[in-house]
């Protein structure tokens, strides 16, 4: 599907409609003759070029979430650490450790190389596309943040989002990956009609979505959840981020957002979705984050590593179950 012209008016109805160029918003746009023509409603000519570039990642997934404020990205950083460390299948027999890849299209607030410790690396071009920065060996990113200064806005809007994301994609030499998380912003808006909209024509293997317990997040996480299968994106399941306030001191746990109408566990089971981990409200986490260190070397037998421990086995499980899902072009 063709992106919307920049200069499309505020109520395009799109190139792909069959209204494009002769709705009523489409009076005075110099791109309706065009659109009326049927020439936007033509294949997407990145698309063959998003292929080739990953056409080595094995599993792509997205990280979404309906809330602000709910640690997705946190969430995205520790289990990509979680999958590049795990080394063991499900007999207990030593495998060798995944290589992963972390995509950040939090456009505007870029936090990955924060969480992940590359804060301040850069990215180099070379004949093969751009090079992601790595985290470990076995472990890359790439973010708007390393095109940016830490305090320095990006401002984009509509058309320019889309071509960024899609230069993220193609432009980038990723190589040979087990797993790519893309981290998203919250809600459903420009970015993920993008990401999900190009992933369904070049393959996703499914979407994590990332809520915290009280009710105020569960009312967006449904939003989002539906989204997903508006879209045709199949759905790995859900997280229930901060799910217990664990005491730094003596470890006991203790209940911050009260569950109503049975929680994240009940929406899991009411949108017949899988419970994928419940992550505790660890101090250690936030900490962890900020200094850019690893929970899993920092604090390797906490609550909180054992709960992103149980989501990568969960998603490795998915995965090895499932085919990726791809969009019928007819």
């Not at 799109?14 to 209204?19: A, I, L, N, P």
């Not at 915290?212 to 959840?225: A, H």
């Not at 009411?270 to 660890?282: A, F, G, H, I, K």
Request: hydrophobic share 35%.
């Amino acid at each position: 599907m063709s992106e919307n012209p920049e200069d499309a008016p505020e109520h395009c109805p799109g190139v792909e409609s069959q209204d494009a160029g002769k709705a009523s918003a489409c009076a005075g746009c110099p791109n309706q003759n065009v659109c009326a023509s049927g020439e936007a409603r033509k294949p997407d000519p990145d698309i063959p070029k998003i292929k080739e570039a990953l056409m080595n990642v094995s599993h792509k997934i997205l990280v979404l979430s309906g809330k602000g404020g709910v640690g997705k990205s946190t969430v995205t950083a520790n289990l990509a650490l979680a999958l590049s460390q795990h080394n063991e299948d499900d007999e207990n027999v030593e495998v060798e450790p995944a290589e992963v890849g972390v995509l950040d299209i939090d456009l505007c607030g870029p936090s990955i190389p924060r969480i992940l410790g590359v804060m301040g690396e850069a990215s180099h071009g070379s004949a093969s596309g751009y090079s992601p920065v790595y985290a470990a060996d076995n472990l890359c990113v790439m973010s708007t943040g390393f095109l940016l200064g830490e305090d320095e806005a990006i401002i984009l809007r509509g058309a320019k989002k889309n071509r960024l994301i899609k230069d993220l994609l193609y432009q980038v030499d990723w190589g040979t990956l087990d797993y790519l998380l893309i981290d998203t912003p919250p809600g459903t808006s420009d970015e993920h009609l993008t990401i999900t909209n190009l992933l369904s024509q070049v393959g996703v293997s499914g979407a994590i979505i990332v809520t915290t317990p009280q009710e105020i997040s569960l009312l967006d996480v449904r939003k989002q959840i539906n989204f997903c299968k508006a879209v045709g994106i199949p759905l790995i399941g859900i997280v229930e981020n901060m799910s217990m306030f664990v005491c730094p001191k003596c470890s006991k746990s203790s209940t911050i957002f009260p569950r109503i109408k049975g929680g994240v566990e009940g929406v899991a089971n009411e949108m017949n979705l899988s419970y994928l981990s419940n992550v505790p409200l660890d101090p250690v986490i936030g900490k962890c984050c900020d200094q850019g260190k690893s929970i899993f070397d920092e604090h390797p037998n906490s609550s909180a590593v054992a709960a992103y421990k149980n989501l990568a086995t969960s998603v490795i499980k998915f995965c090895e179950e499932n085919q990726d899902f791809v969009k019928s072009s007819n």
